[in-house]
């Protein structure tokens, strides 16, 4: 199984601030046939599922706000929030969808300094 | 608008079984890759296991820690989706997730989530 890595476990930015968040997978997920990399990035808050912010590692899925992108290939990858706002706190996984399981990183949790 | 309803959660003995639901909308269903994702009580996200479109073969992929255990079918002409889970363990117990991939993803990146239903196992 591929096993995926985030860091750090927790961040906390000041409002206005940017936030990183990196995700390393233990073998490359960019599929050289279409040189594509099969990573999405998701973000939970408290008592909801889930919401899609992006995937290929850095599409941005409709509706997103342009302060979220993704960026990276092969086995090194990163979740940007270029300037952090209120509503942005939550845990943020990333998952590879390369090969089944598709596994999912253990969560980075975003507050507010 | 797609819609994911799951039911069929509950409290259930270790080693007991349990079938869940996953009723969709506003899909093509017939072409979708359905995935179930779990969650545990405070912790991460578990991805459980996908069911291809009977176009891609209609097969299942599973987890380690579900395969063998759990299975995944669909209905198609009802647009129902189903895990059939059998000797349960105290660590199955989650929120369970029915979830669609965005199209062309291979079942990965999952744009459409139900609201979940939860799963306890307990004695």
């Known amino acids: 199984d591929i096993v995926m890595t985030q860091s750090p476990d927790a961040l906390a930015v000041s409002l206005g601030e940017r936030a990183t968040i990196n995700c390393k997978s233990s073998?490359?997920?960019?599929?050289?046939?279409?040189?594509?990399?099969?990573l999405a990035w998701y973000q939970q808050k408290a008592g909801q599922p889930p919401r899609l912010l992006i995937y290929?590692?850095?599409t941005r899925e409709s509706g997103v706000p342009d302060r979220f992108s993704g960026s990276g290939s092969g086995t090194d990858f990163t979740l940007t929030v270029s300037s952090l706002q209120a509503e942005d706190v939550a845990v943020y996984y990333c998952q590879q969808y390369y090969t089944t399981p598709h596994t999912f990183g253990q969560g980075t949790q975003l507050e507010i300094k | 608008e797609v819609q994911l309803v799951e039911s069929g959660g509950d409290l259930v003995k270790p080693g007991g079984s349990l079938r869940l639901s996953c009723a969709a909308s506003?899909?093509?269903?017939?072409?979708?890759?359905m995935t179930w994702v779990r969650q545990a009580p405070g912790k991460g996200l578990e991805w459980v296991g996908l069911?291809?479109?009977?176009?891609?073969?209609?097969?299942?992929d599973y987890a380690a820690p579900v395969k063998g255990r759990f299975t995944i079918s669909r209905e198609d002409a009802r647009n129902m989706v189903y895990l059939q889970m059998n000797s349960l363990k105290t660590e199955d117990t989650a929120v369970y997730f029915c979830?669609?991939?965005?199209?062309?993803?291979?079942?990965?990146?999952?744009?459409?989530w139900g609201q979940g239903t939860l799963v306890t196992v307990s004695s």
């Open positions: 073998q490359s997920v960019l599929y050289s046939s279409n040189n594509k990399n099969y």
């Open positions: 506003g899909l093509t269903f017939t072409d979708a890759w």
């Open positions: 069911i291809r479109s009977k176009y891609d073969g209609g097969t299942a």
């Open positions: 979830t669609k991939d965005v199209p062309f993803t291979g079942g990965g990146a999952i744009a459409f």
């Open positions: 290929w590692a850095s």
